[in-house]
């Protein structure tokens, strides 16, 4: 489900919300790190317990990019399946008209031999608009949503905007709504707000702040509430 290591969102690669800019340059890129938590979406991919992941960008100059990216979750085995961790496939372009940046692209959510009674492999196509310090993005899931019967055509509605306190600090707030297609009781909508520091070198670090109006999102094992308030300490390493 997506990057949450810096935030929610935020995970990502993919849910980056800074300002959506072409590149100047062709660039490949790599990120490994640690969350104490993976949050997606505002839920839980890990027991609300720590993850390792990491990722591998290529941004040509044309706008053009492609990126893989995975996390180790519990989800899926909490379900009755066999995946313990998720791989992100995405490509897109970005680029700009005058002060508007835009980002349109695909992602593909991987789980593999997941063994779940439906398939929890997920595609979803999205596109964001970004002005000043604000983005908003939109995904549209073409095929179920992780799992969920007869959820083809739901959708995610994110908006956050990117704060430059200076001295390597930003804040990033963020609120977004799961709609769920033909599960309404699964349709719900979470809240961020992500302290980041850049210590430089390619280090950074992260504390997030995140909650959600769901509480129906729960493991059997000792029946933990996934999406409840908490907060997420990360720290990652790009190079």
């Known amino acids: ?6 935030p929610t ?51 040509d100059k044309s706008g053009f990019y492609v990126g893989a990216w995975g996390s180790t979750i519990k989800w899926i085995k909490d379900s009755g399946g066999d995946a313990p961790v998720e791989i992100d496939l995405y490509g897109g372009y970005k680029g700009a008209v005058g002060d508007v940046g835009y980002d349109v692209g695909f992602l593909r959510y991987e789980y593999t031999r997941n063994r779940l009674p439906i398939n929890a492999n997920t595609n979803e196509v ?13 995904s549209h899931a073409i095929s179920n949503l992780f799992g969920f ?28 709504r799961q709609t769920v297609k033909n599960n309404a009781g699964s349709t719900y909508t979470d809240y961020s707000v992500t302290l980041t520091k ?30 409840k308030s908490g907060a997420v300490v990360g720290l990652k390493y790009s190079f």
């Open 9 to 59: 969102l935020i995970a990502s690669a993919i849910a980056a919300m800074a300002p959506v800019v072409q590149a100047q340059e062709s660039s490949l890129s790599y990120n490994v790190g640690v969350v104490s938590d993976y949050r997606y979406r505002g839920i839980s991919q890990t027991r609300l317990q720590p993850a390792l992941q990491g990722g591998i960008d290529y941004a």
């Open 198 to 227: 850049d210590f430089g070198n390619g280090l950074s670090g992260s504390l997030t702040l995140v909650d959600t109006n769901n509480d129906s999102y729960v493991y059997t094992p000792t029946n933990k509430n996934l999406g």
């Open 149 to 176: 019967d007869n959820s083809k055509n739901s959708s995610y509605l994110d908006l956050s905007a990117n704060f430059d306190l200076g001295n390597g600090l930003t804040l990033t707030p963020h609120v977004g």
């Open 126 to 138: 999205y596109g964001a608009v970004s002005y000043g310090l604000f983005t908003a993005k939109y």
């Open 1 to 6: 489900m997506k990057k949450i290591l810096v």
